[in-house]
């Protein structure tokens, strides 16, 4: 049998007993079953603010239009970032006219926080951390950056759902935190995300950007009464940004179960490590700093013939993937070139490995096996 990269786990039973309360109330929209998973997210992770979304990428988009117009900066302003990410985290910044710059990355493929601070400007105005893999790298220092220059801090945490360090949340530090529940995420639903901005007023204001910049969105002013609760005003030129019932519905049972799942994973990348820990000069595994228990979103090696190894574990029907192809490399961000010598080198030698529920020891080493076959 073919061993995919990702395959999601649902509790289906339990999927469709949420989702078949929506159905019988008659309400798959946004409400009820969002503000649920709002709530669970919350006493979950510790945050004081969360608002659930179609999707991380509407997240990225949102936490950097509401600081842009929060904090007055201006066209041609910029956002320092990483170029070894899906183009989401980067494309996010040029919706708002704003200019990503590209800093390196180091051994953990997160920013190398050397490089960030050669790059900060008179005109930087805030840091994208991608935490890759569920990874939080060098994360601590980055914060401890936009504290000294007085930048903003958004934490991509697209692969972070559960990524714990010292047994804490990761995040609460940055302005702003995104997480993806995307369909093949560790906490999959359909597509839908979290965005959780540490200022209360700010939560606010996405709320409104989410749901066309209504000040009032349909679920709210259903509780009202008398003839004028279809009132409401426009206050921004927003975006159908807004999560549903059925997502939040499959959220509120992943949410339950994403501790155990990611203690599973866990298990899978110890299985891995044990398969090539003396085998170095072939294959690196990517290190994980103390305290941190990382998601495991992705278990990435890194070896000298990545596209050959790909090939060759096609042909033993093991389907691994590639995170990510360098952003410079695509046209639109090729202004950078040259400016990240270590994305550059890397990005042609990783290699994500299958990574999900469904995967057995026996799986783990055959995929390990064909791949130290192989690996140049």
């Known amino acids: 049998m073919a061993i995919q990269l990702f395959v999601p786990t649902f509790r289906v039973e339990e999927c469709l007993s949420e989702i078949r ?8 929209g946004m409400g009820f079953k969002t503000v649920e998973f709002e709530n669970k997210w919350k006493e979950y992770t ?28 201006t066209d041609d302003d910029e956002i320092i970032t990483t170029p070894l990410t899906f183009v989401s985290t980067n494309h996010a910044i040029l919706y708002e006219n704003l200019n990503p710059v590209f800093a390196d990355v180091d051994e953990y493929l997160c920013l190398d926080p050397a490089d960030v601070k050669s790059k900060i400007t008179a005109n930087t105005k805030a840091i994208v951390f991608v935490g890759m893999g569920g990874n939080i790298g060098r994360y601590y220092d980055i ?13 991509d945490a697209a692969h972070m759902s559960g990524t714990k360090y010292a047994g804490d949340t990761v995040g609460k530090e940055a302005d702003v935190t995104v997480y993806s529940f995307q369909a093949v995420k560790n906490l999959p639903t359909g597509d839908s995300g979290m965005i959780c901005f540490k200022d209360k ?3 606010d204001i996405v709320r409104k950007y989410s749901w066309m910049g209504i000040n009032k969105d349909t679920y709210s002013r259903s509780g009202s009464a008398g003839t ?13 940004y807004n999560g549903n019932s059925i997502m939040a519905a499959m959220g509120l049972v992943g949410l339950k179960y994403l501790d155990q799942d990611n203690a599973y994973r866990r298990q899978l990348a110890t299985w891995y490590n044990n398969n090539f820990k003396e085998y170095t000069d072939k294959i690196k ?11 495991n979103h992705l278990y990435i090696i890194e070896v000298g013939n990545r596209d050959e190894l790909l090939e060759k574990l096609n042909e033993h029907e093991i389907y691994p993937g590639v995170h990510y192809k360098n952003n410079i490399e695509y046209s639109l961000y090729d ?7 270590n994305t550059d080198r890397i990005s042609h030698k990783i290699l994500s490995l299958p990574m999900h529920m469904r995967l057995t020891k026996a799986d783990v080493d055959y995929v390990a096996e064909i791949c130290l076959r192989y690996a140049k």
Do not use: M, R
């Open 335 to 341: 202004y950078a070139k040259d400016t990240c010598p």
């Open 21 to 28: 309360e929506c159905l019988e109330k008659g309400w798959t």
């Open 285 to 295: 595994t990517i290190p994980v700093p103390d305290k941190c228990e990382t998601s």
């Open 228 to 240: 004028y609760k279809w009132e409401y005003n426009v206050d921004h030129l927003g975006y159908k």
């Open 46 to 73: 510790g945050y004081e603010n969360a608002h659930f979304l179609n999707s991380a990428t509407a997240g990225l988009h949102l936490a950097v239009k509401v600081l842009k117009e929060q904090l007055g900066w």
């Open 201 to 203: 007023s700010y939560d």
């Open 143 to 155: 914060v401890e950056l936009c504290k000294e220059y007085d930048l903003k801090l958004i934490l």
